[in-house]
């Protein structure tokens, strides 16, 4: 291996060399848009607590103004619940907070949620160094949230609600008339054999086998399977009651889509057998002996050294200044 040449790497390290500063810019102008949020608050505040004989104008903020002199980007949205706010963009934005053991992943809704009764409008947080992955790469971002205000719920009367509710009763009609396409599509599979592929065409799509749950990191739930949105448990109890080759239906758990399922072929493995891996997968591996695991990290070791010096020797490659 030998170095390149400097005209091959220039970009590469002018670039690395204005890192550092485009850092600490990015740093310096989220937390003077931090501190702007701030100190509209206090203003605020101040302004609200003073008797109304005595206040003067009330105090004007401009984020977007804000944002362009520092030359980040402003965005607003609607009045949003919690539920709402957990399947937006922008409460899936997620940082890394650190723990007794390691770093945890914490969305803007997950911040919020507990938080909810005691933050007020304007009051900022902010979360800092989240990674995305896009075409160009790793990409780093900060972003500063606040509200500007909060609802509180209540009862709407029948005439508040009615849109709602209209709305609500004619998505449950489009539900039922969806099942029932589906019923005809499952029906058909049953009584002809027929693929789900040779009905649907490429809308069918094949799942590989998937159990009923699944554990996480500090999370327990539904299987996230390819292809379907949010299953559920009518989605499950409809998959494993299945024979092979028969298909039937089933809503998924936010209702918003009916899916057809068929069972292409069966797990042999008893419940028995099943619930022993399952156990097994729960219960913390028994220490290896201190001598077998010494002896093993050797044997790794020595392994690996001699697998490099073949794998050198036979692309023909030879390491300079070792």
Avoid: C
């Amino acid at each position: 291996m030998r170095p390149k040449p400097l005209k091959d790497v220039a970009d590469q390290l002018k670039r690395s060399m204005k890192a550092t500063a485009a850092e600490e810019a990015m740093n310096n102008a989220v937390d003077e848009a931090d501190s702007a949020v701030r100190e509209y608050q206090s203003e605020l505040r101040d302004w609200e607590v003073t008797p109304e004989k005595e206040r003067g104008t009330k105090p004007t903020f401009d984020p977007a103004a804000i944002a362009k002199r520092l030359n980040l980007q402003f965005v607003e949205t609607e009045l949003q619940t919690i539920r709402q706010l957990a399947d937006s963009p922008t409460g899936k934005i997620t940082h890394y907070v650190r723990t007794q053991t390691n770093f945890a992943p914490e969305s803007v809704v997950q911040y919020v949620a507990p938080r909810f009764s005691q933050l007020q409008p304007f009051e900022s947080f902010t979360f800092r160094d989240i990674f995305s992955a896009n075409e160009k790469g790793l990409q780093r971002s900060t972003n500063v949230f606040w509200s500007v205000e909060k609802v509180e719920a209540k009862i709407p009367t029948f005439e508040e609600a009615k849109p709602d509710i209209e709305k609500y009763w004619k998505y449950q009609q489009a539900v039922e008339l969806a099942k029932g396409d589906a019923e005809k599509a499952a029906a058909e599979v049953n009584s002809s054999g027929k693929k789900l592929s040779e009905i649907f065409g490429d809308k069918a799509i094949p799942t590989g086998q998937f159990p009923w749950f699944s554990a996480g990191l500090g999370s327990f739930g539904y299987f996230d399977i390819p292809g379907v949105s949010k299953p559920g448990e009518e989605f499950m109890s409809t998959a494993f009651s299945l024979q092979p080759g028969k298909a039937g239906i089933a809503v998924n758990n936010d209702r918003s889509q009916v899916y057809v399922i068929r069972l292409t072929s069966d797990d042999t493995r008893s419940t028995t057998d099943m619930m022993k891996q399952f156990a097994e997968s729960l219960t913390p591996q028994k220490p290896y002996p201190q001598s077998l695991d010494s002896v093993s990290t050797n044997y790794l070791r020595r392994s690996f050294s001699e697998w490099q010096d073949q794998f050198l020797q036979t692309q023909k490659i030879e390491w300079l200044n070792r």
